[in-house]
C-alpha cells in the first residue's frame, strides 16, 4: 500500500486532498465575492432607476392634466355693426368693436345672469383671450359675420381649478377665489353640456402671459429653435476645425499643450460663467440689446464648443493610421488626406458630439438668466434679433408663479422638453449606428 505524496507548502506539509478543498475552498469565496458585487450592482441599478421612475411618474403625473384645460362652448350672434364698425374687416376695428360684449350676451343666455351683480360673476367665468379667440375667428372667415356660431373658449383659471377639484365647492364663500353665484352658473354650463375638457391648443400655440389659461410654449419654442440654430452654426464648423487642426497639423509643442489643458478645463466650467462672459463682452462692451436669439446662441457656442472639440478629436484619433498612410501613398497631400479621408469616417463621432453638445445647450437656463433672456415677451421672434425667450427659462419663470394651471402647464412644458431632449439623443445614437465603420 502507497502512502500519500505530501506537498511542501513553505514549512509545512499538506496532502492533496487538503490543498484541493483548500482550493476549492478559495474558489468558493471568490465566486461569493462575485455575486455579491453583481448583487450590489443590481441593487445600485435598481435605485437609480426608482429615483428615476420616481421624477418620471412626479413630472408625468402633472404635466398630462397640464396638456389638457376646460372650455364653453357658447351660441354666439355675430353682429357685424358691433364686431366691425367701420366696415372694412380691418384689425383695428375689429379691436374697436365690442367683441367681449357679444361674447358675454351670449353667456348671459347660456346662464341666465341677470343683474349687475350676476352678470359681473357670469363675466368672470371666461378667459380675458375669449376676444381675441373672437376676432381671429372672423379675420379668417369673414362670411361668419351676422350669422350665429357655435364657438368654444377657455374659461378662467380659478374656475378651471374649480373644475379640477382644487377650489372646494365646501370652503366658506369668503376664502375661495370665486363666490356662489359664479358656481350656480357654472353648475348651469354644465347641466346644459356646454363645458367641456378638452386638449389645449394654448398651451402649444400660446404665448408668454400673465393669465395661466392663455400661457403656451410657442413663443420660447421658436426662441429655443433660434438660439440653437445660431448655437449650431457657429459651434460646429469652428470645433471641427480646432479638433482637426489640433489633431493633425498643430505642432506639440507649449503652446498646444497649454491650449489642449484650457479645452479640456473650459468643458467643465460651470455654465453661469460663459453667461456672465457674455454678459460683460456682447452686452456690456459692444452693447448689444438683451434677450435676442443671437446673443443667447453666441454664448451656447462658447459652452457647447470644449465638447464637440473633445469628441471630434477622439473621432479622428480613432481612424486607424492605416487610412491616412494608404492616401499618402498614393500622392495625396496631408490636407487632402484629412478632407477626403480622415473627417468623413470621422464625421459620425463628430455630429454624435455636436448632437449631445446641443442638446445640453438646450436645456441650459443660467447662461441665458444672465443676458436677460427671462425678459416677458409676449411676441413670437421672427428672427434672431427679435426679442425672445426659451423653453427652460420659460419654465422657470412659470415655476414661479403661484397659479395652480401654471403648475400644470410648467409640468407639461418640462415634458416637451424632455422629449426635445431624448429626440436629440436618439438621433446621435441613430446617426452613430447608421454611419459608423468597425475595423
Not at 361674447?103 to 371666461?126: E, M, N, Q, V, W
Amino acid at each position: 500500500m502507497t502512502e500519500p505524496r505530501m506537498t511542501e507548502t513553505g514549512a509545512s506539509m499538506i496532502s492533496p486532498q487538503e490543498a484541493a478543498a483548500r482550493v476549492e475552498a478559495g474558489l468558493a469565496a471568490r465566486r461569493g465575492r462575485e455575486r455579491r458585487f453583481r448583487a450590489y450592482g443590481r441593487i445600485a441599478i435598481g435605485i437609480a432607476l426608482a429615483f428615476l421612475v420616481t421624477l418620471f411618474v412626479s413630472i408625468f403625473s402633472k404635466g398630462i392634466p397640464g396638456f389638457f384645460q376646460h372650455y364653453v362652448t357658447l351660441e354666439v350672434t355675430l353682429d357685424s355693426a358691433r364686431l366691425d364698425p367701420t366696415g372694412d374687416l380691418s384689425v383695428q376695428s375689429l379691436y374697436d368693436g365690442d367683441a367681449r360684449g357679444v361674447i358675454r350676451a351670449a353667456l348671459y343666455d347660456a346662464t341666465g345672469a341677470s343683474g349687475r351683480s350676476g352678470r359681473k360673476a357670469a363675466g368672470k367665468i371666461i378667459s380675458a383671450g375669449a376676444e381675441q379667440r373672437l376676432r381671429n375667428a372672423v379675420l379668417e372667415n369673414p362670411a361668419i359675420l351676422d350669422t350665429t356660431q357655435r364657438m368654444t373658449f377657455a374659461v378662467d383659471d380659478d374656475v378651471d381649478s374649480f373644475l379640477r377639484g382644487f377650489i372646494k365647492r365646501e370652503t366658506p364663500e369668503k376664502d375661495r377665489r370665486i363666490n356662489d353665484k359664479m358656481i350656480g352658473y357654472i353648475d348651469a354650463l354644465q347641466e346644459q353640456g356646454l363645458i367641456s375638457f378638452q386638449f389645449s391648443d394654448y398651451l402649444i400655440f400660446g404665448s408668454a402671459s400673465r393669465n395661466a389659461e392663455m400661457a403656451g410654449i410657442y413663443g420660447a419654442l421658436i426662441g429655443s429653435l433660434l438660439t440653437l440654430a445660431v448655437c449650431l452654426v457657429l459651434s460646429f464648423p469652428i470645433g471641427v476645425a480646432t479638433a482637426v487642426y489640433l489633431e493633425e497639423f498643430a505642432p506639440k509643442n507649449r503652446i498646444t499643450e497649454i491650449i489642449e489643458i484650457n479645452i479640456n478645463n473650459l468643458a467643465a466650467v460651470p455654465s453661469v460663467v460663459f453667461g456672465i462672459l457674455g454678459l460683460a463682452i456682447f452686452i456690456g462692451i459692444f452693447g448689444m440689446p438683451r434677450s435676442i436669439p443671437l446673443i443667447g446662441g453666441v454664448v451656447l457656442a462658447l459652452m457647447t464648443l470644449p465638447t464637440i472639440i473633445i469628441s471630434s478629436r477622439a473621432a479622428i484619433r480613432a481612424v486607424p493610421p492605416s487610412i491616412r498612410d494608404a492616401a499618402l501613398g498614393v500622392g495625396a497631400s496631408r490636407v487632402q488626406t484629412m478632407l477626403h479621408h480622415v473627417v468623413p469616417l470621422a464625421m459620425p463621432g463628430m455630429l454624435t458630439g455636436t448632437i449631445i453638445g446641443m442638446a445640453q445647450a438646450l436645456g441650459e437656463t443660467a447662461p441665458l438668466l444672465m443676458i436677460g433672456m427671462v425678459a416677458f415677451i409676449v411676441d413670437v421672434p421672427g428672427s434672431v434679433t427679435d426679442p425672445g425667450t426659451v423653453l427652460p427659462v420659460q419654465i422657470f419663470m412659470w415655476a414661479d408663479f403661484a397659479e395652480r394651471m401654471f403648475i400644470l402647464k410648467t409640468s407639461a412644458a418640462i415634458m416637451v422638453l424632455l422629449a426635445f431632449l431624448i429626440l436629440m439623443n436618439a438621433s446621435a445614437i441613430i446617426i452613430r449606428k447608421k454611419l459608423e465603420r468597425r475595423w
